[in-house]
């Protein structure tokens, strides 16, 4: 099963803007990641934050964790068309050694150039 | 290599017929994960290695579906019997143990079942 639901599903933003994509979530988690996958193939891990983190950067993506309201947000400023692609969150579960990955369902961004 | 490395890319097979798809992850990383990733959906979880071990098989659909790392090192994803609804892009991904780490994750294998 899905932990986490990203919102919005699809987003279309023209070159320039920031986009802006959500993540919920629903146990206690150790971390929460993005990913980004283009075509639907291999994903590429962006950021990682930690669950006593709060906010993270890298580069032009800026991550925030609220572990009370079990929500996250992925900030990219300044899109590129080439930053079309779908974007996953993804929850590291605190309750074990297991170190597996629960993904929502994406959100698919379009950046138009 | 560099990354990890799954083969083949594409695989298209009959209904009932046995297939594996193979994973190399990266040199050193202990853990090795299997997930499945239907159209519009993200990947779901099938089975975790460590070391040569499945540390955690409950993705796994049914007995139809299993898989080996029996050098610690190369997986294989097993799948019997296959179906239509298993077609699908699995996805494997590797990384050093401990929470807190990237997964590094290959290119996939599209299964089609027809």
């Known amino acids: 099963s899905q932990q986490g639901e990203e919102d919005p599903q699809a987003l279309s933003i023209q070159e320039g803007e920031n986009a802006t994509m959500n993540c919920s979530y629903k146990?206690?988690?150790?971390?929460l990641q993005w990913y980004r996958q283009n075509s639907g193939r291999g994903l590429v891990h962006l950021i990682l934050i930690r669950s006593n983190e709060r906010e993270k950067h890298s580069g032009r993506l800026r991550v925030t964790l609220d572990t009370s309201k079990k929500s996250s947000s992925l900030l990219i400023t300044a899109s590129r068309a080439a930053d079309t692609a779908s974007y996953f969150c993804?929850?590291?579960?605190?309750?074990?050694?297991?170190?597996?990955?629960?993904f929502g369902k994406g959100t698919l961004l379009t950046v138009n150039p | 290599g560099a990354g990890v490395s799954q083969t083949p890319s594409n695989k298209v097979t009959e209904k009932g017929k046995y297939v594996e798809l193979r994973c190399d992850p990266i040199?050193?990383?202990?853990?090795l994960y299997w997930y499945r990733q239907s159209l519009g959906q993200g990947p779901e979880f099938l089975i975790y290695?460590?070391?040569?071990?499945?540390?955690?098989d409950s993705g796994l659909p049914n007995d139809r579906f299993f898989a080996v790392r029996p050098e610690g090192s190369v997986s294989t994803l097993k799948i019997q019997r296959t179906e239509r609804g298993d077609s699908a892009v699995y996805l494997c991904?590797?990384?050093?143990?401990?929470?807190?780490?990237?997964?590094?994750f290959g290119q996939g294998t599209r299964l089609t079942v027809v």
């Open positions: 991904a590797s990384s050093l143990l401990g929470h807190d780490t990237e997964a590094f």
């Open positions: 146990t206690s988690i150790n971390n």
């Open positions: 993804a929850t590291e579960y605190s309750g074990g050694s297991n170190y597996k990955l629960t």
């Open positions: 040199s050193g990383h202990t853990a």
């Open positions: 290695f460590q070391g040569t071990g499945a540390a955690d």
